[in-house]
């Protein structure tokens, strides 16, 4: 079993930058992949970035390439994404994630956190 607790969400103005952070515990949570997914209200859930349980590898949606950087904690329990340049559409509920892969899919990803909110103000 993974447990999964997200922080660092709020509300910030267009342009401004926030730092997520996904807390990870369990017996095998360092094998773990993890990811970032945002849901807006009214849309589907839609991955943002994910990173290697090595932290070597990673992948982001094309919208977020270049504003947003996800990382890993040297004890890999831990993992952040970088939120910079933000834009009103942003706004949504994000998710972090753990699955065996890196994956792009919310079927890729077997435990999740309960969100944190971010606003972007424009």
């Known amino acids: 079993q993974v447990q999964l607790v997200e922080s660092g969400g709020g509300l910030v103005q267009a342009g401004g930058s926030l730092r997520l952070s996904c807390a990870a515990s369990g017996r095998t949570f360092t094998t773990y992949a993890l990811g970032w997914f945002r849901q807006a209200p009214g849309k589907e859930r839609e991955f943002v970035a994910a990173?290697?349980?090595?932290?070597?590898?990673?992948s982001y949606a094309d919208s977020m390439k270049g504003r947003f950087t996800i990382s890993r904690g040297n004890r890999k329990t831990t993992v952040y994404l970088q939120m910079n340049s933000l834009k009103p559409e942003d706004t949504a509920v994000y998710y972090c994630?753990?699955?065996?892969?890196?994956?792009?899919?919310?079927?890729?990803?077997?435990?999740w956190g309960q969100g944190t909110q971010v606003t972007v103000s424009s």
């Open positions: 990173i290697s349980w090595s932290g070597l590898s990673t």
């Open positions: 994630a753990a699955g065996p892969a890196v994956g792009v899919s919310v079927a890729d990803y077997n435990y």
